[in-house]
């Protein structure tokens, strides 16, 4: 069956000129001699689903993503007000169908892969495929509003009717989890784009449990207090990672390597708000975090929540060894893995106009963000 729904062709070999943004000496002798650091090779631009570009498919779109970025909320919450039973009737109905007929997640996958952008791009810079004897742990970076780039690979990649997750950035391998927050098992759209047996929470108990059984998971370590700095500056890409040990913690703990994957471009996507009475955008990334919930108001092109770009590049590299340390030294892990990401962005930000003069930069709890 998933040869038959395949969605994607043989890979195209692309070779794009390399181009040097070099690190400061002392951390780039730093990664050379912990050997973490590979020459790169030309990167390989996989085909997704492609949808013809017609005004059907953009009102899709434009569909898609009011729904996705929950535009619904203040029309609902005022028919909640005026007529409470037709709501709960409307909602009775859709999770007894949601749970209970599986055409119905197969329809929706097939509405989110017709109404995804045609134009964002998938790319592999691993200088190898991920090995299928081993399960890894993958990190999406930056997080974005709502991991734009990885939700649109994920949708234009995968087979419709498959019971597992099959993406072409993750080597269509069959055991994927996906670390996602509580609410998203139950949210329209979200839940469907992932099946509901391969969805698990945040908590490092549920992730650890999924790596020890061999399971791969996807993760955003940075979180709604990294999703808060999106578009923070033109020229700056913020990781919010310092202080941020536990995704390490648990990949040294169960042997497992990391496979970064970066969204560039992600942060260009919506404007955020940054101002609140009370609160400055770093305390409203603490608390985003905190409870689960992003603090702020963002849109997208003339007010809307259409994305004000349609030409994000979701790009995977070489694992990230944990074999090396133990768990005495997740700190010295923790830093050299933000200096090797630090790294993958400076050699492909060219790959999007959006970054090609950015600057990656890292915040924490404790910290504003600054170089590392």
Known sequence: MQNKNKIFGVCIQKNIAKMGTNLDDDITNEIENKDISKDLKPVQTYPLYVAEDTIVRQCASILLHHLRTFSYVPWFTALLWKKPEIVIL?????????????????????????????????????????????????CGHPHGVLVEGIQNTVARSQPLAADTIIAVMFDDRPD???????????????????????????????????????????????????STYTNYAEDKEVMFLRGR????????????????????????????????????????????????????????????????????????????????????????????????????????????KHTKNSEMVFAGRDHLPGKL
């Open 90 to 138: 409307g909602m009775l109905s859709y999770y007894g169908i949601r749970f209970n007929i599986p055409q119905w997640t197969e329809r929706i996958r097939q509405f989110l892969r017709y109404a995804h952008s045609p134009n964002y791009r998938f790319i592999k810079a691993q200088t190898a495929s991920f090995s299928y004897d081993k399960n890894y742990l993958y």
């Open 176 to 226: 994927i989890y996906m670390s996602v927050a509580p609410a998203m098992f139950y949210i329209p759209l979200h839940s469907e784009s992932i099946l509901d047996s391969r969805l698990i929470g945040p908590s490092a108990k549920e992730i650890k449990t999924a790596l020890e059984d061999k399971k791969s998971v996807f993760l955003a370590p940075g979180g709604f207090a990294e």
């Open 245 to 352: 040990t536990g995704f390490i913690h648990i990949a040294i703990q169960t042997g497992v390597d990391i496979v970064p994957i970066y969204q560039f471009g992600i942060n260009a996507a919506y404007r955020l708000t940054t101002f609140c009475p009370g609160l400055s955008r770093h305390q409203r990334a603490i608390l985003s975090q905190k409870y689960n919930i992003p603090l702020y108001i963002f849109w997208g092109a003339y007010g809307t929540s259409v994305p004000l770009v349609d030409d994000i590049v979701t790009v995977t590299f070489d694992p990230f060894p944990t074999n090396k340390y133990t768990l005495d030294q997740v700190e010295e892990a923790h830093y050299d893995y933000c200096v090797y990401l630090k790294k993958c962005f400076d050699s492909h930000k060219y790959l999007s």
